[in-house]
């Protein structure tokens, strides 16, 4: 258990550079995730942590002390890898035994820890299994109790849950939080899926083509993200194109004035206004003169929620509720009506526009 | 379905059991030097094969070459293999054809480019002559070392390729783990490799183990006329000798000396792999 410190991370290929910078602090006891879209380096960075490839530039530094050139098996980082890698010629509590084999443990004590870590895991009645007598998510589990037992310094994940399916996901998910924070790990988990970052994670680093875009909390992440990218990777948001006509006012490209907050960027002209589809308050009716109207694109319901893509001027804009119930009259708004729309103008963020954007949201 | 199998046992049939059970009765037969073959039912071609010290030693000679060969073959095959398997897959078709060419060789021209490299005019004498390391030629042809290189070097890609199917099918990132976990590179061989690796062990030294126990021009061109193997012998009796019920008695211990010890080593391999 130990402090992370990756300084100007840095990994070259001939032909590419997978990862072009990364420095990131992950506190003792934190779990970090990094997330972005495919081949931004997130797998490239982790592996760069436990050793398996050697960095191009740049140190990784467990608790104060520069591992950069230490070899794999003296780094002490505890892996569980996507495919869980299990050793499929011995039994779920031998595998479990091996870290602790390797560190000398002796027998007495090893066969105490190995209990002790199957059991946090839930799996001590099939310690005598094989691993292809296991369900994927049983073997999800040896994997991680077979990393935990060592008390590695340092915990790393890489999308330990893309194999499992949705309703096991959500389950693992919770398990993986919990064990983490009881074990007090310094953890840094790799992952495509916002969802699983934003729920799991104390702090985020989002990735983009091998740099850093944003690190932060999820909740810094979603409320005020950085960039453009940040705000359509972490969460839906709607990205409206203008300019600044005046403080608190914008001018999207096809001339509609839209409330935002008076908090800009320094650049005024080429701005992009970030808005999450949940701050768009729909209300059927005229409304007053000078409310924002709308005409009413498509209603897509997913049962709790209700999303309304609308039309606004050229402006495409959506807007998403709770669903409405049976006898709210937004219940029965049809593709070609028209609903009035407000914000609070401090939630319409204003966010430099990007002569490259992501290209995978 | 059933029927898609028919002309293939047919095949089987007429050519492999037919005669063997042909063979086996021809084995129980008996020889007269005036005669020939004398229809009868006797065991005394086993007997006397099973008790002669002549043919002892050369079943002898034969198991002993055959192991050290096998031996020989996975030692030196694992690097090999290993190397092969975890070869980036562009490179790789292009080894697997490289380890697959000496096969184009016949054993027969191949042993004579081993005679003119091993005789006493050969390669390498000459060379050791020029630099002066020797004075007199070394015998090397001829001799049981000459045979062992010769045939090891004939099963050496059965083995090569039969191994690196079952490395490939190891998944690298378990020796990832291992490694993660603490393991050196050689405890991560030893623990996760080797382990995972002795399906193929098993499966190649079968496959190589038969091909020595049947090795013929090898021996015969290699060993030279005082080295004797099963199969020369058993073709000495058959073409030269004309006793057909001896040399097919030859053969089925010859037979059955290699199924007992394929069998044997194939279960305490795969019993270890289980344990
Ligand atoms: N050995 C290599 N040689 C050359 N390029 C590589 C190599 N490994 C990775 N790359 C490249 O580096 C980039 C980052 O790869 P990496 O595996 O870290 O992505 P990732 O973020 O983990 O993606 P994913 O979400 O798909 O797993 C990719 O563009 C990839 O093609
Ligand atoms: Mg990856």
């Not at chain 1, 443990?105 to 199957?118: D, F, G, N, P």
């Not at chain 2, 790789?92 to 042993?111: D, E, F, M, Y």
Request: glycine share 8%.
């Amino acid at each position: 258990m130990s402090t992370l410190v990756l300084d100007r991370l840095r990994k070259r290929y001939d032909r590419t550079t997978a990862v072009e910078r990364v420095d990131l602090t992950a506190k003792q006891g934190e779990l970090v995730a990094l997330l972005g879209p495919s081949g931004c380096g997130k797998t490239t960075t982790l592996r760069m942590v436990a050793g398996f490839i050697a960095p191009t530039d740049g140190r990784v530094l467990i608790g104060d002390r520069d591992v950069t050139q230490v070899p794999v098996h003296l780094r002490n980082t505890g892996m569980v890898f996507q495919a869980y890698a299990l050793f499929q010629h011995m039994t779920v509590a031998q595998n479990v035994a091996f870290g602790l084999e390797m560190r000398r443990v002796e027998r007495a004590e090893r066969e105490k820890r190995v209990a002790e870590a199957l059991r946090l895991v839930r799996l001590d009645h099939l310690a005598d299994r094989m691993p292809r007598q296991l369900s994927g998510g049983q073997q999800q589990r040896v994997a991680l109790a077979r990393a935990l037992v060592v008390n590695p310094a340092v915990f790393l994940l890489d999308e330990p849950l893309s194999n499992l399916d949705a309703k096991l996901r959500a389950e693992v998910r919770m398990e993986i939080r919990a064990l983490q924070q009881r074990l007090g790990l310094t953890t840094l988990i790799v992952t495509h899926d916002q969802e699983e970052a934003l729920t799991m994670a104390d702090r985020l680093v989002v990735m983009e083509r091998g740099r850093v875009r944003q690190i932060g909390t999820p909740e810094e992440l979603y409320e005020n993200p950085a960039d453009v990218f940040v705000a359509s990777f972490v969460g839906n948001c709607n990205l409206v194109a203008g300019t600044l006509e005046r403080p608190g006012s914008f001018r999207t490209q096809s001339g509609t004035l839209l409330p935002c907050t008076s908090e800009a960027p320094a650049a005024n002209d080429g701005l992009v206004l970030a808005l999450r589809p949940e701050r768009v308050t729909v209300t059927p009716g005229e409304g007053a003169p000078g409310d924002i109207r709308a005409q009413v694109t498509a209603v897509t319901y997913l049962g709790a929620q209700t999303e309304y893509h609308l039309d606004l001027n050229g402006t495409t804009l959506r807007a998403s509720r709770s669903t409405p119930l049976h006898d709210d009259p937004l219940r029965r708004i049809a593709p070609g009506e028209k609903l009035t729309l407000s914000w609070d103008a401090a939630s319409a963020r204003l966010l430099p526009a990007e002569t490259e954007t992501g290209d995978e949201t | 379905m059933a029927a898609l199998v028919l002309p293939a046992a047919l095949l089987v049939f007429t050519l492999l059991v037919a005669p063997m059970a042909l063979l086996a009765r021809i084995s129980l037969n008996h020889y007269s030097p005036t005669e020939l073959m004398v229809e009868a039912f006797t065991a005394e071609n086993y007997i006397r094969a099973v008790a002669d010290p002549y043919y002892q030693q050369v079943l002898a000679t034969t198991l002993g070459v055959a192991f050290l060969c096998t031996v020989l073959t996975v030692l030196l095959g694992f690097p090999a293999a290993y190397w092969l398997a975890r070869m980036e897959s562009n490179r790789k078709s292009i080894a697997t054809i490289l380890t697959l060419l000496p096969l184009l060789v016949g054993n027969v021209v191949r042993s004579a480019g081993w005679m003119a490299l091993l005789g006493n005019e050969g390669g390498i004498n000459a060379a050791l002559r020029a630099l002066h390391l020797t004075s007199g030629p070394l015998q090397l042809l001829y001799t049981p070392g000459a045979v062992i290189v010769g045939i090891t070097a004939v099963v050496l890609p059965y083995m090569v390729l039969t191994l690196a199917a079952v490395i490939e099918s190891i998944p690298r990132q378990a020796e990832e783990a291992a490694a993660n976990l603490g393991a050196t590179a050689s405890t991560v061989f030893r623990r996760v490799v080797l382990p995972l690796s002795l399906p193929g062990v098993a499966a190649g030294s079968v496959l190589v183990f038969i091909l020595c126990m049947n090795a013929y021009a090898t021996p015969l061109l290699l060993g030279g006329p005082q080295f004797k193997m099963m199969a020369p012998a058993v073709y000495d009796q058959f073409v030269r000798g004309n006793n057909w019920p001896f040399g097919a008695a030859l053969a089925f211990i010859l037979l059955v000396a290699t199924l007992v010890l394929t069998v044997i080593g194939s279960m305490a391999l795969s019993r270890r792999y289980r344990g």
